[in-house]
């Protein structure tokens, strides 16, 4: 995978002409700063640029007799980005997502300059403003990985590790689909925090035949998805229900559509086994 990616990079620079390269800081956050500064420093067979979300170190690769690196600094400081040469406007900043808004206190503005706004990159304005889409384009995306999570719950209910195995990769296909930066705030903070977990919960139950290996997964698969979908707005009520006896006797949860409980950690065994702890609306 490394070979193949560095390969990919090669391939990448072997296209820019006269190419000069050299690292720079830019501030930021998160996997959304990272997209949105690298779409603003992009052009293809002229510039590139790599962020590294972890270290805030971005590699500049350009052609050195097309731009320059004050010219791709500005415009991804125009997208609402410092770094140590210029700065963002303000009002570009202030209109980043929450998670998107690094800290600017450590920042020296001795001989910084403030990047001129009205040379805003038309293609970069949406990304600058992180701005939210309307509830339906949310629930479209959650939509998915919830129904997605019944079907998985329904074939526990019927102890089919094949058929759980089937849904939960369906499963992992809604989730690697999620726009995070289409997620309404209160949303995509939940997301942020458990959507490593989910996806792992849902490969390890799609890796898997074994319906006891599966309910195992569950347990945690469904804790995770009740906080998201505790904060998503619902279209019908959502049944949080427990089993007593799951897990080992820690008891365990999951979420229905239904008010009537069918157990998916004892199918047939004990259907009947649980109660309802919260209606989600």
Not at 68 to 81: F, H, S, T
Not at 114 to 138: G, I
Not at 162 to 175: G, H, N, R, V, W
Not at 214 to 228: P, T
Request: aromatic share 8%.
């Amino acid at each position: 995978m490394a070979t193949v990616m560095s390969l990919s990079f090669i391939s990448c620079y072997a296209q820019i002409k006269n190419a000069k390269t050299e690292t720079v800081k830019i501030y930021g956050n998160c996997g959304m700063c990272e997209k949105t500064i690298e779409k603003a420093g992009n052009i293809k067979n002229v510039s590139n640029v790599d962020w590294n979300k972890d270290t805030s170190m971005a590699t500049l690769t350009y052609d050195a007799k097309q731009t320059n690196q004050d010219e791709i600094l500005k415009r991804i400081a125009l997208v609402g980005y410092d770094s140590e040469q210029f700065l963002a406007p303000n009002d570009v900043y202030n209109n980043l997502h929450g998670c998107c808004k690094y800290d600017r206190n450590p920042l020296s503005t001795k001989g910084m300059k403030m990047a001129d706004q009205s040379k805003m990159p038309m293609d970069s304005t949406d990304h600058a403003t992180h701005k939210m889409p309307m509830n339906a384009q949310e629930s479209n995306q959650l939509k998915a990985v919830f129904d997605n999570y019944f079907s998985v719950k329904d074939a526990l209910v019927q102890t089919n590790g094949d058929i759980t195995s089937e849904k939960s990769t369906t499963l992992l296909t809604a989730l690697n689909a999620i726009e995070m930066d289409k997620l309404p705030m209160d949303v995509h903070t939940v997301w942020m925090k458990v959507q490593t977990d989910l996806k792992e919960e849902a490969k390890q139950m799609a890796d898997s035949k074994d319906a006891s290996r599966q309910r195992d997964q569950f347990v945690a698969l469904s804790e995770n998805m009740y906080k998201l979908m505790k904060i998503s707005k619902q279209e019908i009520p959502i049944y949080y229900q427990h089993c007593p006896m799951a897990n080992g006797g820690k008891g365990a949860n999951w979420l229905s559509k239904e008010n009537t409980i069918t157990n998916p950690y004892y199918g047939s065994k004990m259907l009947g086994c649980g109660a309802n702890l919260e209606t989600i609306k």
